[in-house]
């Protein structure tokens, strides 16, 4: 079974410091399922195996 997680981009986050709460989440196991963008604002489904 898999859980799932969204990211979302918060408001007047910059892009850097989103990428790098991705790039967090990749470290503890979580692969990135998917994602999009909606007015400047970015969001992303995380997956991983329990």
């Known amino acids: 079974m898999n859980n799932y997680r969204f990211l979302k981009q918060k408001a007047f986050e910059k892009i850097d410091k989103f990428e790098k709460r991705v790039n967090e989440a990749t470290g503890q ?5 998917g994602f999009t963008s909606d007015h400047g604002s970015i969001t992303v489904l995380l997956e991983r195996e329990r």
């Open 29 to 33: 196991g979580w692969k990135i399922h």
